[in-house]
């Protein structure tokens, strides 16, 4: 059974603050790892990554992949308070499904 | 407009009804999801079909039906609803190999 955990799973910060979260997965037939965002509605598309070792970067946002460890990391530098949301991890198969972590919320205080 | 549209966007029902939630997409993809969220779950996925001929079972579809009506429809089905399906839930659509993108959820709440 596919498995993607997230941690932590909730974090409380301070706007400027630099914060670290975790995914780790066990997906069979592995192709890629996701990143959402989700505020009130929808996830929306953050980051999707491949390769090993290549960050990617999205203004304040990065990301990078460890396939030899099986996880990935989403760090967010100079945080504010639009940050807040749940982020979500998810892993997707060559048949094109995803599985999802549980999400991390993070609040970041003014 | 939305790329990926759902309907209703909130519905109260009673135990036992039967219950139709809609997606339309017009980002012209082939593949379409359903999910639901519960609190401290994540995602979790329902169904998926790859075309108007083709559809899967996903992680947790018991008590739930689907039908894909058009390449650009995809309909969730609750036949007889109980209150653990009290939940979001979610339609998405890709291409192969691409980023789901989301509709905005319909909230379904069974008493």
């Known amino acids: 059974e596919d498995k993607v955990v997230q941690s932590p799973l909730s974090l409380v910060v301070h706007e400027g603050d630099t914060v670290t979260l975790n995914c780790s997965y066990e997906v069979t037939n592995f192709r890629s790892l996701l990143w959402y965002k989700q505020e009130k509605k929808a996830p929306t598309f953050l980051f999707m990554l491949?390769?090993?070792?290549i960050e990617k970067k999205s203004g304040r946002l990065s990301s990078i992949l460890d396939k030899k460890e099986l996880s990935s990391i989403l760090n967010i530098t100079a945080t504010q308070t639009g940050d807040s949301a749940i982020y979500l991890c998810?892993?997707?198969?060559?048949?094109?499904?995803?599985?999802f972590g549980e999400g991390t919320q993070l609040t970041v205080n003014p | 407009d939305a790329d990926v549209t759902q309907t209703p966007r909130n519905r109260i029902t009673k135990t036992g009804k039967r219950i139709m939630l809609e997606c339309s997409q017009t980002?012209?993809?082939?593949?379409m999801y359903w999910y639901r969220q519960d609190p401290g779950l994540g995602l979790r996925l329902i169904y998926y079909s790859f075309d108007v001929k083709d559809i899967n079972k996903g992680e947790i579809s018991d008590g739930y039906s689907v039908s894909r009506q058009a390449q650009a429809k995809f309909s969730l089905s609750l036949e007889s609803a109980i209150p653990n399906q009290t939940a979001l839930y979610f339609c998405?659509?890709?291409?192969?190999?691409?980023?789901?993108?989301f509709g905005d959820g319909t909230r379904l709440s069974i008493l």
């Open positions: 998810a892993g997707l198969t060559s048949g094109s499904r995803l599985t």
């Open positions: 998405a659509t890709s291409g192969p190999d691409q980023p789901q993108h």
């Open positions: 980002k012209g993809h082939d593949r």
């Open positions: 491949t390769s090993s070792g």
